[in-house]
């Protein structure tokens, strides 16, 4: 049991340039969110999905797109790189009892220069 | 879902209990106060939750008060790992999924 695995760790891209953020988890939670979080900052919820097919805007949208073709992945596309996106990306699942809370992954750190 | 109100730092003697507290006066009956904290650059860290009754795990007591306008986390013995950023966030029961953390309580336990 992996729980939520992100990936890459690390990544630095150019101003323009797309990527696609990955978000696995193993545990068949419903629930997936992405969250980015600014330098001292808190977090901000971005895109989340209740179940595969369907996906909804959180509070910071715009730039970012998602979909969720399984239970198991929950990617998250940046179209055009900007520095303003420079930050923490959190993924994060859980199921949908509300028996127990969001397990989180351990980040992105991403860079765009 | 309602707003939270947290006081942005507090401080702890290592050893003694860490009482943090929440205001969430607009909350509504199907609502949930879930804890969660992010200690140093981590990934938020589920602690608690609760509706109504006050609720005990491994990790710390969560008393909400009867009218349920205000909820207090108790960490009972804390230690310097226990520093962190604690939020206290409420969520439907009819489970939207949508979670939204606020600015949250930044505690420092001290030696």
């Known amino acids: 049991n992996a729980g939520v695995t992100q990936t890459p760790k690390f990544q630095v891209l150019k101003t323009g340039q797309s990527m696609t953020l990955q978000c696995a988890q193993d545990m068949n939670h419903e629930y997936m969110s992405w969250y980015r979080q600014d330098p001292g900052m808190g977090l901000r919820l971005i895109h989340y999905s209740v179940g595969a097919g369907i996906t909804d805007q959180g509070e910071v949208p715009n730039g970012y797109n998602v979909s969720r073709s399984t239970t198991e992945d929950f990617p998250l596309r940046l179209l055009s790189a900007a520095p303003s996106q420079t930050s923490v990306y959190f993924c994060?699942?859980?199921?949908?009892?509300?028996?127990?809370?969001?397990?989180f992954g351990s980040g992105t750190r991403l860079t765009v220069v | 879902d309602a707003k939270t109100t947290q006081p942005p730092s507090m401080d702890c003697a290592e050893g003694r209990a860490a009482n943090l507290p929440c205001n969430h006066s607009t909350i509504s009956g199907n609502e949930y106060v879930y804890w969660y904290r992010q200690i140093h650059s981590q990934g938020p860290q589920y602690i608690i939750h609760?509706?109504?009754n006050n609720e005990t795990n491994e990790m710390a007591s969560l008393i909400i008060t009867e009218d349920r306008k205000s909820s207090t986390l108790i960490l009972p013995h804390a230690t310097l790992r226990d520093t962190a950023v604690y939020y206290c966030i409420a969520e439907y029961s009819s489970n939207t999924g949508k979670l939204i953390f606020g600015q949250g309580t930044t505690l420092q336990v001290k030696p």
């Open positions: 994060a699942s859980r199921f949908n009892t509300g028996t127990h809370g969001y397990t």
């Open positions: 609760g509706l109504k």
